[in-house]
Structures are given as structure tokens and as C-alpha cells.
């Protein structure tokens, strides 16, 4: 790598990127120097991420040529070998990282796809953690990061495997001035000790670019200049990169001045709008908030500046009293802050960090609701909508749904739903956060207008400097605790330092120098040591597949509601189903209207009362009382037994027992009036033969029914083997299909797409441990089938392991091949189910044979692997199959395996469309 | 409690639900063509069972056994010998074979009263009880008709008169219909309580509201007012012009009482939805949970087969699910006729376990939001 300079790490030509009918990217031409730090700029969505993912290899090219370290990005064969040589980290804080795995756990993942051996993963995560001051915190969940530790994490990831590469998305935005200052030291560090990587990096911070040796400026998907910030500089010939950006931008973008300037409030009230005192949350042992102390004088623009997680969105929760304190207390107008207290809260307007506004209700109807809310007269609404619609100039957007507005719009909506019923106070948490700066600037020039017009107190946080400079005095906030507040100048003064940015870090670094010292350890060590050239991914390897395994059950140890459907959700379905689907009757109740009371009648009752499937309830009055008791379904059957019954017997004379039965449930009751045939027939027989002799009975032939396998016609024995293969079909793939799922829907699913683990690896190694759960759910309704339920086990047990064996993994495999279609976990859920549940249960055999079935039913059910389980299950159970009556469903199941694993491999991309 | 915010929260709920296409067809086919299909899709007790006859007689008689079996109730028999038997029904292909014994049809006519061996796959309980009760008949029919004339019988001159009431005819469609509309009822009472409730946590609006002078109570409330409206004339529509008027079913009792008890259960229902949703926190996990708790809920509430059939334990725990004693008075209302002196006891019970439930709801609301 001696020729970097020369030549172009990356290079785009002609590039056209559509999402639908939006243009991301529009005929991009691009070279990239190498052995540089390259920065993207410009405002939110102009395509900087999706110019960035097409570089990186994990977006798939529509139109134009992408050639990186070398090679056509379109030749799947090109970008396997180049991805151990490039890094990634995409945009959004901890996108590739899996929240409830640790730090060091995170790392060792990614150390495992790019093939590290154990000693070789531990020498490197040391290193890294070490390097970065992350090594006390190795232990922590991602999820429970700050914003600047993970991006650490982030970066740490992608620097595992020593890329030539670096491509970041956006690395520091939401996180604090110091940790931005100490991210960009470690990248500067690293390309100290390895001068030939390149670096490609997006931000929206202008003051970042700055120290870039060269810039691309985007906007609308395309290319408004290059250079180096210098060359933009002098070619606009304005003074900041944020000027010379707004000034490269076409004329009508631009906005109408370039300032927002903030003139000096008028009269200094002396009324307090805002107080807190000793305000304190803690979650657990986790101190969010720690004994912050302000207090806001009307009229005021009080910033509230800190990284994301350092505790401004819970100190303002507290003061809108959507949390409780810990300790401390915090007073609106003087009042303290009671959830409970609606008159406040009319005062109050708030805008919190998600956009907060129904995307289901037009902007009209959304001002409309949040006035009615808050209780205004319904005759003012009108023309207070109006009025914040003339204000807020949403005129042409009126009949409009937010979710169809561009960002900065939105926010100004979202800022006049706040406004609607003229609060006096304002709470605003990041308002800004990724508007462009034009619009950020109309945003400020509005809130400008509410204090100092208005008189409206402004409680604002931000984590951009200027806005910060804009505020009337400003707080710096970090790990839950204030560290001044002030005005912006007397800050940046106290720390004679030039910039508020400045005094900012100054200010940190104090804070932090008591915590721990800085992570001094070098950076040298983390590359030098053995600088194994980085070996072209082997085409199969375990270590990777097993690393998807890894990460596949600790994730699913942390998720308490998918690891109850794992476990136990099988058994809890198998109780409802093998209950459920009951055909037997049991303790049926009857009672008998015996007008007869004769020996004969009563022998006549005794043998229905007698018998398992009938209760007999205390006897019937009359007619009404029969009614009466078989409406409320006390009585299932009602049996009457005429006058002279036992007479008439005796004396050969026609009569007739009458039988009324309950016939809602018509399944239940045809059982009922077979059984009540069966014992009236029996009764006659036995009758018949006491006073005719046994000649009397002989009839043409004699049907002798051997019911076969389940000799008492129990339910519980037919249902319950059949109940086992749809649960070891529904669930397992239920859980593969979910597994993938989120991993698209999270968005983690990039690291598939960066890093050289192959679709098989993949798509086995997320496979792995729902076969051994699947397995283990096998055994426990195993057991639970032949104990609780006392359905006998006649079969050869290794066989039947052994076909349940290779069926898990096809249903598994099932699911995987259904997630590689679908994006979203609910829709994955509810297609999983559908595709796996009407086969399984209309054409598997469960209730009709397949042999009862026709047409592409029957076509279907020979294929199905559930139609062979379920004749395996049944045979295992009630039929005595030994190992040799088994290897047929074996064969035919396990052929089904390399077809399902393969079409999933086929159609799952290995790149984003 | 301000009455005018759980209304206007309520109406924005239903303007939600009105551009929720998914939502809406979901609501639309489970008040129509879902009850319709169910109940015109519920089987007759057989259906194309498949019966094997092994035929070692050859006679005039076994062949007219042999051509009585036919579709829709059986397959037309497969002529199969002895020794394939055995293994075609462990292999679950035959789930009767029929086994005329030689000299059948001589053993008969000469009153040797010969014997028919039928076995019985008894795995296959939906065929295998009613199935080998058709056969008997089919075959008696044949023989006796075969031999008609040939002997006077003796019986007992004893009849049984059965009758069954509430669905005479027992017509399966009667019973599909209505627990259909039941199971309807609750699953779209939990669904769109709950997804609208986490729609709102995902899009961060309810912690938007709690900040407005709104409480917990009155943005439940109007959750459970808006959605229950909804689920309330889907069921009037589905009872009225789905079950009385497109199926033809008769309803014995009070169509007001029953909608009584459909807005108490849902009631109950929505305050689970709003629960579970709490608890779920994001939208796969509640249809995780929503996979473990409505089946159970449907299937051993007494709706598809009979409490008393169960275990006694579960009896006893279903007693706590609103829909054992929905599904009580349903049956009651609608086949029995039952009044309100007699299905008071359910309405009670409903009236009870909503409130519990509406209270757990609320409890956990306030948790969730943290």
C-alpha cells in the first residue's frame, strides 16, 4: 500500500439510489482519495447514509458502477473478499450492537465472524477496551450505555479485525463535545499507527469537518462540491463551514437571513417560573439524575446542554411529573409538581424528544384534539387553530398527516400543538435534533419570538453548541449532575477558553478526572502485535456459524416473553389442545322424571347413573322444572319414564322412554345420543334375554368392531401424539422466523451484511439453538404426555428421537425460510402461524388421513413433513413402531431438510435492496 | 375524572382506527366472513373416512356390502387382502378395514349368524366412534335386506324417544356461528386495545398526553369506551345480519340481554388488552403473549367442548377468565333462551372480574410508562 495517495480507495460513477419514488441518491460521480480522513456533510436525509452503505457493500447497487479497495462492489465474489478489509458503523447509536449482550460480549461476537481464535479475541478486546477507557464497563449491557460509550463500543467492534476501510455513519451525533473530542483522538491515534486506512465518515457537527482533510458537501442526493475544507471555505468565502454550506446550497434553500440573533430580554423579572431543589432519580442502583438545582426566572431561554443519557429528558420528566422523584423537589410557579395536579399542567406545554403527534389525525384535527385537552372553550378553538396555524405558517399543510411532512415542519407542528393553549411555560426536549440547520434556524427565530414577545419561559435542551450560545444562560449537564450554569460567555470565560465548546470539555474533563483518568493505554497495541494479513474468508466455517449461535441463545436468555414461549409455551398449549379438542363425555348431568317408581324404572336409571359417562342429579318435578333447569345447563340430558312402565313391560304392551338432550353443542350431542342408544339398547337386550331366553337375540351376522390401537376410544390417546408435531412445527418456527425478524426490524441484521459470515453460516448458526430447544421442549412433552395426560408409549424410543430429531430441524428451517421474505416481526408472527398451522392442521392428517384428501390437498400432504411426523408420532405411541417401522418418516422428513435449508440460502439477500 | 377529555380521547381512538386499513379488515372478516365460513365449514360427523375391504367370501352378498360405502361419507373402499391390512392401518392409510369372513353369505342365509370383523383405527377420533356406528348400520341394512322375509324377529316392544333440544335437527352450522361471533368478540376486544395502546407507547404519544391535564384513568377509559364500541356493533352486525339473517339461525332468547353481557366482557376484555399491553411493552412481544393467553382463554373457556369434560383444576381456574362466563351466558341466552333470572349469576361474575381486571390495568399503566 504505497501508492494510497494516487490512487482512489473509492470510486462511484453515475450512482442513482431510489427508495420508491424518493431519489436518495441523483448521478453521483466520486472519487475518494485514500489514506485519509474523508468527511460526508450536509443536512439529514440527501443521501449521505445511503451513499455510505453502498460503499460499505450492504446496500445493493441499483444503477451506476461502485468500485472500493479495487474491485466492482456489484460481484458478490469481490466484496467476500474485500469485507474483512473494511469496517462499518452504520448510523443511529448502537445500530449493529445487540442491547442486551455486554460489552465484552458484543466484542467477542464480532472477533468470532472475522475468524479470531480465543486468545487471539481476548489479546484484542483487552486491547480495544483498554485503549478506548471502556475496560471497567466490560461487563455492562449495551442497552445501558451512555450515547458516547456506544459509539466507543461501535467503533471498538468495527476496528476488531484491523480494516483498511473505516466507513462511519454519523459517529457522534447525540453524544457529548468530550467524548466526540476523545472518539476523533482514538480514530487520529489509530491512523497514526496505521497510516494506510482510509477513513469515510458522515456528520452533521460543521466544527467536526473542520479537522477532515476532505469533504464532500451532499445535498438532495447530490454532490454540491469536494475538497478540502479550506478550498470550500475560500470558494464561498465564508468563515465557517456552516455558512459555507448554507452558501453553497441552491438560492431558494438558503432561508432568509443567515443569523438568528436574540436580542437582550427587556426587564429582568424577578418571578421564578422554574425551580428545582436537590432533584435526585435513581432506577435501581443507577443514579439518572443527582441533586440537580436551577432555578428559571420568567421569560427566560434556559438551555440545558449534556450527551444523550447524561439525564436531561429524566429532569425534565420529573418537572412535567410524568416521573416521580427520588428525592428533591421541583416547583412550577412556585407550586410543587404534582402529577395529580391539572392546573399546572394547563401552564405547561411540552414537546418531547420522539415526535410525539398522532401521524393518524391531519394536522388540523391534531391541533383541534390537544386544544379540546386542554380544555379550552369550544367557541375559542377555531380561532386559536388558526391563529397557531397563521403563526407557525402550516397553512399548506393543514389537511395533511405529519408522517407525510419533511422533519422540520414537523417540528414546528409539533412545537404549535405545544403552543395551542398559550402556556406559560415551555419545556422542549431536543427540538433540533436532526433538522438542518436552515430550519433550525426558523425554529429558534419562533421560540426567539415566544420569549421575548410572549413572555413565555423557555426550558430548552440541545446538545448543538450555537443553539446553546443562543440561550440566555445555559446549564452543562453530565452523569446526572449540573456542572455550571450561567450564561454562555461567563462559561466560556471562567475557563478562558475561546469557544463554549471549549469550556464545555474543560468542564468535563474535570468532572471526569475524578471519576478515572483518561484511556492512555496505546492504541499501538491493539494493531502491532501480529499483523496476520487478513486471510480471504474461508467459504464454510464453524466459528462463525457458531457465533450466530452464541449470540441467538444469550439474546433469548434476556427476553423473558420469548423465553416463556420457548419453554413453556408448548407445554401450556399442549394442556389446552389435548383438552380442548375433547370428544369424549364425561360426567354428563341428568335427572329422570320417574312417574313409573317402580323397581323396573329405577333398574332402568341405575344403568345410566351407573355408567362413567353420566351424573345423576337430583330428579325432576315436571315438565317446567325441566325446562327450567336444562335453560340455565345444569342438566344436559332429562330422562322420562312413562306411568305404568314396568307394567306395561310385563304385559308386551308398546311403550316409549322419552330422552330430551342439549343439543347446542351438535358434536357433543350426537356423541351423547349414541351413548344413550347404546345403554337403551343394552337395557333391552338384557331385558329381552330375562324373559325370552338367549335364542330370542340371535340376529343375521354379528359385526364384531376391534377398535384398534386406542381400545378405549380415549381422546387424550388420539389427540395427544398428534398435538406434538404441530407444537414442534408452530413454535420452533415461530421462533427461527422471529429470530431473523428482528434482526431486520433492529437493524442488526447489518452486520450479516458487512462481515464475511455466509448466508449458510447464518442461517445455521441462528438455527442451532432452537433445534436443541426444540428438543428439549420434545422431552418435556414427552413427559408430560405420558404422565400427566397417561397416554401409553408403545413404540421404540430412540427411533422416535430420532425422527423428531430431523424434524425440528426442518420446521426450524421452516421458519428461516418464511423470515427471509419478511421484514417485520408482527408480520412474520402472523404469516409463520398461517403458513405453518392451515397445512399442518388441514392436510397433515391430523384429523382426516391424508388418504381421505384430494387435489393439490393431497399433493401437499404427501410432502408435508408434518404429514409424516404425525403417522411416525402415532405409530411411536400407540401403534408399537420399533427403529425399522420409523426409518420411512425418517428418510421422508429428513429429505425435506436440504430443500428448505436451500431455498432459504437462495432467496436470502446478503445485501439491503 | 373529566368525562369530556375520556370523549374526545375516545373519538380521536376511533379516527385512528378509521385510517387503519389492516385494523378495519380485520374487524370487517371477523364479524362476517369468518362467522360465515366457520359455521357453513363445520364438518357433518363424517367425512370421506377411508375404509378397506378385505373380501375373502366373493359372493353376491359381500359385494353388495362392498358397493353400499360411497362419498361423501366414506372413500370408495379399496379391495385390499389380508395381509396388507396390518400394515396399511399402522401406516394411518385405512382407518376402518371391514373383514367378510369365507361362506359368509351361505353362514347367513343358513341363520349360522356368521361374524363381520370391523377394526378400527381409534387414533382417529373424529372418525373412528361415529364411522364404525354408520358401519354397523350400512351392513345390518345390506343383510337384512338380503335376507328379507327369511325370519320373524323378537324385541321388546320398548321405544326411546329422543329428542334434542335447542337445535333439533343438530345442525353443526348453529353452533360454529355463534361461537364464532363469541370468539370474535374476545379476540378483537384484547387486539385493539392493545395495539392501540402500544402504538401510541412506540409513536411516544401517551407520554405526550400524560403531560397534558389528562389521567391515566381517563386515557384507559377512553381506550376501552371507543374499541368496545366498536367490537359492540361488529357483534349486533355479525348476531343480527350474519347469524339471524344471512345463516338462518334461530336465536331463542333476547338479543338486548346478550349485548348486555357482550359489553361487560368486553369491558373485561379490554382491560386485559390494556394489561397485557403494559406488560408486553412493544408490539411482537404482545403478539407473542397474545399467542399464549387468547388460546387457552378460547379453548378451555367451554366454547369447543364442555367444561365439565376437564380436569378439575382447570375448572376451577377458568372460573377467573371473563370469557367461562360469557361463553355460559351465551349459550344460555341465545340456544336456551334463558332470562336474566337465570344468567344473573354470569353477568355478576363479568361485572366483578372486568372491575379486577380494569384496576390491574390501571396500576400497571402509570409502571409502564417509566
Given at each position: 500500500m504505497t501508492d494510497e495517495s494516487a490512487r482512489p480507495v473509492a470510486e462511484v460513477s453515475e450512482l442513482t439510489l431510489r427508495y420508491g419514488k424518493v431519489t436518495?441518491?441523483?448521478n453521483v460521480s466520486l472519487a475518494i482519495p485514500a489514506g485519509c480522513m474523508v468527511g460526508l456533510i450536509g443536512?439529514?436525509?440527501?443521501g449521505k447514509s445511503s451513499f455510505l452503505s453502498l460503499l460499505a457493500g450492504a446496500r445493493k447497487i441499483q444503477d451506476g458502477a461502485v468500485r472500493v479497495l479495487d474491485g466492482d462492489m456489484r460481484n458478490a465474489g469481490h466484496r467476500s473478499q474485500v469485507c474483512p478489509r473494511i469496517a462499518y458503523m452504520p448510523q443511529?447509536?448502537?445500530?449493529?450492537?445487540?442491547?442486551?449482550?455486554?460489552v465484552g460480549e458484543n466484542l467477542d461476537f464480532f472477533g468470532r465472524l472475522f475468524g479470531h481464535g480465543r486468545a487471539e479475541r481476548e489479546r484484542r478486546i483487552a486491547d480495544l477496551l483498554a485503549a478506548t477507557g471502556m475496560s471497567p464497563f466490560?461487563?455492562?449491557?449495551?442497552?445501558?450505555?451512555?450515547g458516547g460509550m456506544k459509539q466507543k463500543l461501535g467503533l471498538c467492534c468495527a476496528l476488531i479485525h484491523d480494516p483498511d476501510l473505516l466507513i462511519l455513519d454519523?459517529?457522534?451525533?447525540?453524544?457529548?463535545p468530550l467524548s466526540r473530542g476523545q472518539f476523533w483522538d482514538l480514530i487520529d491515534r489509530i491512523r497514526a499507527d496505521r497510516p494506510g486506512m482510509s477513513v469515510i465518515t458522515a456528520t452533521a457537527y460543521m466544527e467536526e469537518a473542520a479537522r477532515f482533510d476532505w469533504l464532500v458537501a451532499m445535498n438532495a442526493g447530490q454532490v454540491l462540491a469536494t475538497g478540502t475544507p479550506e478550498e470550500l471555505l475560500a470558494r464561498t468565502g465564508a468563515e465557517t463551514l456552516d455558512d459555507a454550506f448554507i452558501a453553497l446550497l441552491p438560492a431558494e434553500q438558503r432561508?432568509?437571513?443567515?443569523a438568528v440573533k436574540i436580542p437582550p430580554r427587556s426587564a429582568v423579572a424577578t418571578e421564578f417560573a422554574i425551580e428545582a431543589e436537590g432533584l435526585t432519580k435513581r432506577f435501581g442502583d443507577f443514579v439518572?439524575?443527582?441533586?440537580v438545582s436551577f432555578r428559571i426566572p420568567k421569560g427566560e431561554i434556559f438551555g440545558f446542554l449534556g450527551?444523550?443519557?447524561?439525564?436531561k429528558t429524566t429532569t425534565m420528566k420529573m418537572l412535567t411529573g410524568l416521573l416521580e422523584p427520588t428525592e428533591g423537589r421541583a416547583r412550577l410557579f412556585g407550586h410543587e409538581v404534582d402529577a395529580r395536579d391539572m392546573e399546572t399542567r394547563h401552564r405547561v406545554g411540552f414537546m418531547s424528544?420522539?415526535?410525539?403527534?398522532?401521524?393518524?389525525?391531519?394536522v388540523r384535527q391534531n391541533l383541534e384534539l390537544h386544544a379540546r385537552l386542554f380544555d379550552m372553550e369550544e367557541a375559542r378553538i377555531p380561532a386559536r387553530v388558526e391563529e397557531m396555524i397563521e403563526r407557525f405558517d402550516l397553512g399548506e399543510v393543514?389537511?395533511?398527516?405529519?408522517?407525510?411532512?419533511?422533519i422540520g415542519i414537523r417540528q414546528r407542528l409539533s412545537l404549535a400543538v405545544a403552543m395551542i393553549h398559550g402556556p406559560e411555560i415551555l419545556i422542549l426536549d431536543?427540538?433540533?435534533?436532526?433538522?438542518d440547520p436552515v430550519a433550525r434556524n426558523d425554529f429558534w427565530r419562533i421560540l426567539m419570538d415566544l420569549s421575548r414577545r410572549d413572555e413565555v419561559t423557555i426550558f430548552v435542551s440541545t446538545h448543538f453548541m450555537n443553539e446553546a450560545e443562543w440561550c440566555d444562560r445555559i446549564s452543562l449537564m453530565h452523569a446526572g449532575k449540573v456542572l455550571i450554569s450561567d450564561t454562555a460567555e461567563a462559561i466560556t470565560k471562567s475557563k478562558n477558553s475561546e469557544t463554549l465548546e471549549g469550556a464545555f470539555i474543560a468542564y468535563l474533563e474535570d468532572a471526569i478526572g475524578q471519576e478515572a483518568t483518561a484511556p492512555?493505554?496505546?492504541?499501538?497495541a491493539v494493531a502491532k502485535?501480529?499483523?496476520?494479513?487478513?486471510?480471504?474468508?474461508?467459504?464454510?466455517s464453524p466459528r462463525r456459524l457458531l457465533s450466530y449461535s452464541l449470540l441467538e441463545s444469550l439474546q433469548l436468555r434476556r427476553d423473558p416473553i420469548r423465553l416463556s414461549m420457548a419453554l413453556i409455551g408448548s407445554l401450556l398449549l399442549m394442556i389446552v389442545i389435548g383438552l380442548g379438542i375433547n370428544m369424549d363425555v364425561e360426567d354428563l348431568t341428568f335427572a329422570v322424571l320417574d312417574r313409573d317408581q317402580t323397581a323396573t324404572s329405577r333398574e332402568y336409571i341405575l344403568d345410566i347413573a351407573g355408567s362413567r359417562y353420566f351424573n345423576e342429579r337430583p330428579p325432576l318435578s315436571g315438565y317446567a322444572d325441566m325446562d327450567a333447569r336444562m335453560r340455565s345447563s345444569e342438566l344436559g340430558l332429562a330422562i322420562e319414564i312413562p306411568p305404568g312402565f314396568a307394567a306395561d313391560i310385563a304385559r308386551g304392551r308398546d311403550i316409549e322412554v322419552g330422552a330430551w338432550f342439549d343439543g347446542a353443542n351438535p358434536t357433543r350431542a350426537n356423541t351423547v345420543q349414541g351413548y344413550i342408544q347404546g345403554m337403551h339398547a343394552d337395557w333391552i337386550a338384557r331385558k329381552t334375554r330375562e324373559l325370552?331366553?338367549?335364542?330370542?337375540?340371535?340376529?343375521?351376522f354379528e359385526l364384531l368392531t376391534r377398535f384398534r390401537y386406542n381400545p378405549d376410544v380415549r381422546s387424550i390417546v388420539a389427540m395427544v401424539p398428534a398435538v406434538i408435531p404441530l407444537l414442534l412445527l408452530m413454535i420452533p418456527a415461530i421462533l427461527t422466523t422471529l429470530s431473523v425478524a428482528r434482526e431486520k426490524e433492529l437493524g442488526s441484521i447489518i452486520n450479516f451484511y458487512v462481515t464475511p459470515v455466509t448466508r449458510l453460516e447464518f442461517l445455521l448458526g441462528k438455527q442451532l439453538p432452537y433445534i436443541a430447544l426444540a428438543m428439549l421442549n420434545f422431552a418435556l412433552m414427552m413427559g408430560m404426555a405420558v404422565t400427566f395426560f397417561g397416554v401409553p408409549f408403545s413404540g421404540s424410543l430412540a427411533g422416535f428421537i430420532l425422527s423428531s430429531l430431523v424434524y425440528v430441524i426442518a420446521t426450524t428451517g421452516l421458519g428461516l425460510l418464511v423470515s427471509v421474505f419478511i421484514t417485520s416481526q408482527v408480520a412474520a408472527l402472523f404469516a409463520t402461524v398461517m403458513l405453518t398451522m392451515i397445512p399442518a392442521v388441514q392436510?397433515?392428517?391430523?384429523?382426516?388421513?391424508?388418504?381421505?384428501l384430494q387435489g393439490f390437498g393431497r399433493v401437499l400432504g404427501e410432502i408435508y413433513p408434518t404429514s409424516w411426523f404425525v403417522t411416525s408420532a402415532r405409530g411411536a405411541f400407540?401403534?408399537?413402531?420399533?427403529f425399522a417401522e420409523q426409518v420411512e418418516s425418517i428418510l421422508a422428513i429428513g429429505a425435506s431438510v436440504p430443500v428448505i435449508l436451500g431455498l432459504a440460502t437462495v432467496f436470502l439477500k446478503k445485501q439491503a435492496r | 375524572m373529566n368525562l369530556k377529555n375520556v370523549w374526545n380521547l375516545g373519538v380521536k381512538e376511533l379516527r385512528g382506527l378509521w385510517r387503519d386499513w389492516i385494523m378495519l379488515a380485520l374487524i370487517v372478516y371477523s364479524f362476517s366472513l369468518s362467522i360465515y365460513t366457520s359455521s357453513t365449514a363445520m364438518?357433518?360427523?363424517?367425512?370421506?373416512a377411508a375404509i378397506a375391504i378385505v373380501d375373502e367370501d366373493q359372493s353376491h352378498l359381500s359385494s353388495r356390502i362392498a358397493l353400499a360405502f360411497y362419498p361423501?361419507?366414506?372413500?370408495e373402499p379399496r379391495m385390499i387382502t389380508t395381509n396388507e391390512m396390518d400394515n396399511r392401518m399402522d401406516a394411518g392409510l385405512d382407518t376402518f378395514a371391514l373383514n367378510i369372513p369365507p361362506d359368509f353369505e351361505r353362514d347367513v342365509l343358513a341363520g349360522r349368524t356368521p361374524a363381520i370383523q370391523l377394526n378400527v383405527d381409534a387414533t382417529r377420533m373424529s372418525q373412528a366412534f361415529t364411522g364404525s356406528g354408520y358401519i354397523q348400520q350400512i351392513v345390518s341394512g345390506e343383510v337384512s335386506e338380503y335376507v328379507a322375509g327369511h325370519r320373524a324377529e323378537t324385541a321388546l316392544p320398548v321405544g326411546l324417544a329422543l329428542r334434542a333440544r335447542y337445535n333439533p335437527s343438530l345442525d353443526p352450522a348453529w353452533f360454529g356461528a355463534i361461537n364464532s361471533v363469541i370468539e370474535s368478540i374476545t379476540m378483537l376486544s384484547l387486539v385493539l386495545t392493545g395495539a392501540a395502546l402500544i402504538r401510541e407507547k412506540e409513536h411516544g404519544t401517551v407520554e405526550h398526553l400524560l403531560v397534558m391535564p389528562v389521567t391515566a384513568a381517563e386515557i384507559v377509559l377512553s381506550k376501552i369506551w371507543s374499541m368496545g364500541l366498536v367490537v359492540l356493533l361488529g357483534s349486533s352486525f355479525a348476531l343480527i345480519?350474519?347469524?339471524?339473517?344471512?345463516?338462518e339461525v334461530p336465536v331463542q332468547g333476547s338479543v338486548p340481554l346478550f349485548l348486555i353481557g357482550v359489553v361487560l366482557m368486553v369491558f373485561a376484555m379490554t382491560a386485559l388488552g390494556i394489561f397485557m399491553a403494559t406488560v408486553a411493552g412493544s408490539m411482537p412481544q404482545f403478539a407473542l403473549l397474545m399467542m399464549l393467553v387468547l388460546l387457552p382463554l378460547q379453548v378451555l373457556s367451554?366454547?369447543?367442548?364442555?367444561?365439565?369434560?376437564?380436569p378439575d383444576f382447570i375448572q376451577t381456574i377458568m372460573l377467573a377468565a371473563p370469557n367461562t362466563h360469557f361463553i355460559t351466558l351465551s349459550q344460555g341466552v341465545?340456544?336456551?333462551?334463558?332470562g336474566l333470572e337465570t344468567v344473573w349469576p354470569q353477568l355478576f361474575a363479568l361485572v366483578v372480574i372486568g372491575s379486577v381486571l380494569f384496576w390491574l390495568a390501571l396500576r400497571r399503566f402509570r409502571e409502564f410508562m417509566k
Open positions: 436518495a441518491l441523483d443536512p439529514d436525509g440527501v443511529g447509536l448502537g445500530k449493529n450492537l445487540y442491547s442486551t449482550l455486554s466490560r461487563d455492562r449491557p449495551a442497552a445501558k450505555l451512555s454519523e459517529p457522534t451525533t447525540g453524544v457529548d432561508g432568509d437571513d443567515l439518572a439524575v443527582d441533586k450527551s444523550n443519557g447524561c439525564g424528544q420522539a415526535f410525539s403527534l398522532y401521524s393518524e389525525l391531519t393543514v389537511r395533511n398527516l405529519p408522517d407525510a411532512l419533511p431536543e427540538p433540533t435534533s436532526g433538522v492512555e493505554a496505546t492504541v499501538s502485535p501480529v499483523p496476520e494479513p487478513h486471510k480471504t474468508a474461508s467459504a464454510f325370552y331366553g338367549d335364542a330370542a337375540l340371535a340376529g343375521n392436510y397433515s392428517g391430523l384429523i382426516d388421513p391424508v388418504s381421505s400407540s401403534k408399537a413402531f420399533g | 364438518p357433518e360427523a363424517l367425512n370421506k361423501p361419507w366414506f372413500l345480519v350474519v347469524v339471524q339473517g344471512l345463516l367451554g366454547g369447543m367442548t364442555p367444561r365439565e369434560s376437564m341465545l340456544f336456551r333462551g334463558a
